[in-house]
């Protein structure tokens, strides 16, 4: 906590991940959800879903196709990095074109812009329900004790699968994302697993997966 005070202190202009994931989704109501994802997304965020494809692109391309009824969605858990400046927010979300499931975005803090997203994976579940009022978020942060450095991204690829092992700059969240087909499982999938570090190791904090 006292990490991301200073952080606070140093750049007046920083907001919670949680406040952007809602100016996110109120851009993608009032100025349409393509606009609102490219907007939103780091130079190099991707969406994750039956395909990976880079944000910005995407968005630019379907900017022109905006839906008349853009998705809807609304956090309810928020894991922030010990230095406040990587943070992984999830909760429901609703497609006004069918369908319900559970968002999982991964935000980074960066010099001149504020958060943007560096992935976006959704998980379709018929039971996620929005909350009918404004939800009390969960909060959480991993120990900042006994950090060890941080390792550089290393990237999964074979001719049937493709993802990516990352870390916050300070080594307290780490995420992996996979889509396609791995092991000894014949079915397209996709999968999303969030670390956290506990002290001395890192601690599975989520583990999202379903078939495309």
């Known amino acids: 906590m006292i990490l991301a005070l200073l952080l606070q202190a140093a750049a007046p202009d920083y907001v919670s991940p949680v ?17 609102a994802f490219g907007h939103w997304a780091a130079e190099e965020g991707i969406l994750v879903g039956r395909r990976m494809l880079p944000a ?3 968005a630019a391309a379907l900017a022109a196709d905006e839906p ?7 956090a309810t858990r928020s894991i922030l990095s010990c230095h ?3 943070a992984i927010n ?12 559970r968002f999982h975005t991964v ?6 812009t504020g958060w943007r997203y560096l992935l976006d994976l959704g998980i379709e579940d018929a039971a996620a329900r929005l909350p009918a009022a404004a939800p009390v978020v969960e909060l959480e942060r991993p120990s900042c004790r006994n950090l060890p450095d941080p390792d550089p991204p290393v990237d999964y690829e074979t001719d049937k699968a493709q993802g990516r092992i990352a870390m916050s700059g300070d080594a307290s969240l780490k995420w992996e994302w996979r889509l396609g087909q791995w092991g ?11 670390w956290g570090w506990d002290g001395g190791d890192y601690r599975l904090l989520i583990e999202a997966e379903q078939e495309n």
């Open 19 to 35: 406040a952007a994931e809602i100016g996110f989704m109120r851009d993608a109501q009032d100025k349409g959800q393509w606009q």
């Open 56 to 58: 910005k692109e995407l």
């Open 68 to 74: 008349e009824q853009p998705l809807y969605w609304l």
């Open 84 to 86: 406040g400046r990587t």
């Open 90 to 101: 999830s909760g429901p979300y609703l497609d006004p074109a069918g369908g319900t499931g």
């Open 107 to 112: 935000w980074q803090w960066q010099e001149g």
């Open 184 to 194: 000894d499982r014949a079915e397209q999938r996709r999968l999303l697993r969030v």
